[in-house]
């Protein structure tokens, strides 16, 4: 608890500016190289989403586009009012009987694979490993508020020990001997207790450093990793294609051109009633218009 109050008293007065003629210890080294190392991993976590997405999605169009390979053309009946319609045209499906199915959907499978082991674990294990070092970084700065609040208490006891011995020097009686001997002792064992928190800040501080650094030189392998993708998906997308085959790109009388259809024509309803306005007499009160 007075490990606490130590720790939170100062992180208050350095906050405030309050340090005295104690210069707070830096953390400029691991903080910046913390700050560099969160904005690459804010990044690299939005890619990471999107190629856990990206494989997913993938997985079902492929599973989607190959159910619709393997689904039936629409075909055209003719018949007449008193018989039912009879197929003119062979059913075929979309892919044809080159469609193979099982290269399409194997290659996906073995690609997702592939993008699974050599990119998307490599990435979450920095992502957490860089997680877990950010965790680090609370303990290590509380060592550090320590440190400086045990200096200021170093710092204040030894300025009263020379007030004391002062006032030794300047005669003073056995009572002020005893109350500054007492501060001297008091004194060596604040003394002791900063060199031990130095000494855990100064392990603790360099660790964190080696953590960062080995976060900092693995990051250059993210461009490593994007290039595996691309290459993986370019694999799965090209063993689509083969599986579909060569095919020749629509005619022009068979393009989209070809989706230029007519109105529908009139329903009966609205051809009556346009044969009924055809029939009315212009002359009001005429035969013909009273004539149903």
């Not at 290459?231 to 790109?249: L, N, S």
């Given at each position: 608890?007075?490990?606490?109050?130590?720790?939170?008293?100062?992180?208050?007065?350095?906050?405030?500016?309050?340090?005295?003629?104690?210069?707070?210890?830096?953390?400029?080294?691991?903080m910046?190289?913390?700050?560099?190392?969160?904005?690459f991993?804010?990044?690299?976590?939005k890619?990471?989403?999107?190629?856990?997405?990206?494989?997913?999605?993938?997985?079902?169009?492929?599973?989607?586009?190959?159910?619709?390979?393997?689904?039936?053309?629409?075909?055209?009946?003719?018949?007449?009012?008193?018989?039912?319609?009879?197929n003119?045209?062979?059913?075929?499906?979309?892919?044809?009987?080159?469609?193979?199915?099982?290269?399409?959907?194997?290659?996906?499978?073995?690609?997702?694979?592939?993008?699974?082991?050599?990119?998307?674990?490599p990435?979450?294990?920095?992502?957490?490993?860089?997680?877990?070092?950010?965790?680090?970084?609370?303990?290590v700065?509380?060592?550090?508020?320590?440190?400086?609040?045990?200096r200021?208490?170093?710092?204040?006891?030894?300025?009263q020990?020379?007030?004391?011995?002062?006032?030794?020097?300047?005669?003073?009686d056995?009572?002020?001997e005893?109350?500054?001997?007492?501060?001297?002792?008091?004194?060596?064992?604040?003394?002791?207790?900063?060199?031990?928190?130095?000494?855990?800040?100064?392990?603790?501080?360099?660790?964190?450093?080696?953590?960062?650094?080995?976060?900092?030189?693995?990051?250059?392998?993210?461009?490593?990793?994007?290039?595996?993708?691309?290459?993986e998906?370019?694999?799965?997308y090209?063993?689509?294609c083969?599986?579909?085959?060569?095919?020749?790109?629509?005619?022009?009388?068979?393009?989209?051109?070809?989706?230029?259809?007519?109105?529908?024509?009139?329903?009966?309803?609205?051809?009556?009633?346009?044969?009924?306005?055809?029939?009315?007499?212009?002359?009001?009160?005429?035969?013909?218009?009273?004539?149903?």
């Amino acid at each position: 608890m007075a490990i606490f109050g130590r720790v939170l008293g100062e992180k208050v007065r350095q906050t405030v500016g309050f340090t005295g003629k104690i210069d707070p210890t830096s953390n400029d080294d691991y903080m910046k190289s913390l700050k560099s190392c969160s904005d690459f991993s804010a990044e690299l976590k939005k890619v990471y989403l999107k190629l856990k997405d990206m494989k997913t999605i993938t997985s079902e169009f492929a599973v989607a586009s190959k159910k619709l390979l393997q689904t039936p053309l629409p075909v055209a009946y003719e018949g007449t009012a008193a018989s039912s319609g009879s197929n003119v045209a062979s059913i075929v499906t979309v892919g044809g009987g080159a469609f193979d199915a099982e290269t399409m959907t194997g290659s996906n499978t073995n690609v997702g694979a592939a993008l699974e082991s050599e990119v998307l674990v490599p990435l979450k294990k920095w992502l957490d490993t860089f997680k877990s070092v950010d965790a680090s970084v609370k303990p290590v700065e509380d060592l550090r508020l320590e440190v400086d609040s045990r200096r200021h208490t170093v710092a204040d006891l030894s300025a009263q020990v020379d007030k004391l011995r002062s006032k030794l020097n300047s005669g003073a009686d056995a009572k002020v001997e005893a109350k500054m001997e007492d501060t001297i002792k008091t004194l060596q064992h604040k003394e002791a207790k900063l060199t031990l928190t130095m000494d855990k800040f100064t392990e603790s501080s360099e660790q964190l450093k080696q953590n960062l650094n080995k976060l900092i030189e693995t990051a250059a392998n993210t461009k490593y990793y994007l290039m595996v993708t691309f290459k993986e998906q370019g694999k799965a997308y090209q063993a689509a294609c083969d599986a579909i085959g060569d095919v020749p790109a629509p005619s022009e009388s068979h393009g989209l051109s070809k989706l230029d259809i007519s109105d529908a024509p009139a329903s009966p309803a609205e051809v009556s009633s346009e044969e009924t306005k055809a029939l009315e007499s212009p002359v009001p009160g005429s035969p013909v218009a009273a004539d149903d």
